[in-house]
């Protein structure tokens, strides 16, 4: 079975620009959530989607949002670019709606790069 | 405040060596511990969990880890290391009905020498 896909694995915009981050969950999976991980630190918590639905977000600004599709697949939009945005940007999907006990399955993340 | 803490940012052991990766934790109430290895440019893989029972708890790859709740910790071990164990972990807290937003450490780098 396929794992977590995230596209693109790689990008460089300038700041002020947007972008759209992609992620496709392991099939079956209804929850997907969204960590940013800047570079020497741990993943950050940003969102989670369960059934298409918000169930979470973390402390960062408005210019961050989401959504989750019909098929489960997600979208994390980032507007208004800041230097500060540059990281790498991991999904995750799991089982959630079976208890919270389960694990994450993560992607292999995206990459920003903001100029 | 939820928080975990990875005391460490590098450890240093020989091959064939115990390993051991360190992680305290403050939650208010029944922590869910996880702990994740992530290897360079790549995403996080999962090791192990607690949930309940058990305070050992055996993972992939050879690794477990304790429970201690009167410490608050939650220490990676591995009896004897490999090269390839050579990675960033990563020590993580979800809170008892908090959805599944996990809380991370900021790693701790192993590298394992031949």
């Known amino acids: 079975d396929a794992g977590v896909t995230q596209s693109p694995t790689h990008l460089i915009k300038t700041r002020g620009q947007q972008v759209t981050l992609r992620c496709s969950p392991i099939?079956?999976?209804?929850?997907v959530s969204w960590y940013q991980q800047v570079l020497g630190q741990g993943p950050q918590f940003i969102f989670q989607?369960?059934?298409?639905?918000e169930r979470g977000r973390g402390n960062f600004p408005d210019r961050f949002s989401a959504r989750q599709f019909p098929n489960y697949s997600s979208e994390l939009n980032v507007n208004a670019l800041l230097l500060g945005d540059s990281a790498l940007y991991l999904c995750a999907s799991s089982l959630w709606g079976h208890g919270n006990t389960g694990e994450l399955f993560f992607g292999e993340g995206s990459r920003l790069t903001v100029l | 405040a939820q928080s975990v803490a990875q005391p460490e940012d590098q450890v240093n052991v020989a091959e064939g060596n115990p390993l051991t990766v360190k992680c305290t934790y403050s939650?208010?109430?029944?922590?869910?511990l996880f702990w994740y290895v992530q290897y360079p440019n790549r995403g996080l893989q999962f090791l192990l969990k607690y949930i309940t029972g058990d305070n050992l708890v055996k993972g992939s790859y050879g690794f477990e880890a304790e429970f201690n709740k009167s410490q608050t910790s939650f220490h990676l071990k591995k009896p004897s290391a490999l090269v390839s164990d050579s990675a960033l972990y990563f020590c993580?807290?979800?809170?008892?009905?908090?959805?599944?937003?996990?809380?991370f450490g900021k790693g701790t780098t192993l590298s394992v020498s031949s």
């Open positions: 939650v208010s109430g029944n922590p869910y």
């Open positions: 099939s079956g999976h209804k929850s």
């Open positions: 989607y369960y059934e298409k639905e």
């Open positions: 993580a807290v979800r809170l008892a009905g908090g959805g599944t937003a996990l809380i």
